[in-house]
């Protein structure tokens, strides 16, 4: 899912959304929903990252991401939300925002302990490094040749070799399956690379 931030505006007459509500909109990415959402809390969100020392667009950034963390809770089935959306998606975006300044500063240790102490609702650290590993790997998935992109998107779908071969136009399975391999590994190469990698 990707919010587009951009082409969102306020709407004339707010509407009052209740949890439910919100989370089967953003579930099932409803733009009007997502529209309202914008409309009622980037506001806080905005205003919130301009007192902390960042800019319009961070906030925008963090939203998005925050928008996008939340989706995925929602998708896994692990999102349980016992206060108001409007303390919720605060607590996430103010966890996103206070990680991107963790890592400017020196006393980063200390700043996650403060962060763990604040008790952000159903959000925790893994929720937070889950999201940065997809945008690495997305990152990086973007740098290969098309081919590749197509193999490895079609692999993980499990579409079967004959299927690839015919997709592909390419007759050898025993070709594709090195294709595959040398796809793979250049992406890992890819991503290992980058300064922003932490090996597991």
């Known amino acids: 899912m990707w919010l587009k931030l951009n ?10 959304l209740d949890n439910k509500t919100i989370v089967q909109g953003i579930r099932n990415q ?37 928008i996008i963390i939340i989706y995925r809770k929602i998708k896994e089935g692990n999102i349980n939300l016992t ?20 890592k400017e500063r020196e006393n980063a240790e200390q700043l996650d302990v403060y962060l763990e102490y604040e ?11 889950k999201n940065e590993q997809y945008k690495l790997y997305q990152k990086h998935f973007l740098r290969l040749e098309k081919e590749c992109q197509k193999l490895l998107q079609l692999f993980l779908k499990n579409v079967p070799l004959k299927e690839i071969a015919d997709e592909l136009g390419i007759g050898s399975q025993q070709y594709i399956k090195r294709k595959k391999y040398k796809c793979k590994e250049q992406l890992v190469r890819y991503i290992k690379s980058d300064p922003n990698f932490k090996e597991e």
């Open 7 to 16: 082409h969102i505006y306020p709407l004339i007459q707010l509407r009052s």
């Open 30 to 66: 409803d733009k009007e929903i997502l529209k309202s959402i914008y409309s009622i809390y980037f506001p806080t969100i905005k205003r919130f990252i301009l007192d902390a020392k960042g800019s319009e667009q961070d906030a925008k950034d963090v939203f998005q991401e925050g």
């Open 83 to 102: 206060s108001s959306f409007k303390s919720y998606i605060y607590s996430v975006c103010r966890f996103i925002w206070m990680k991107q300044l963790s």
């Open 119 to 129: 008790e952000i609702p159903d959000v925790r650290l893994d929720e937070y490094e």
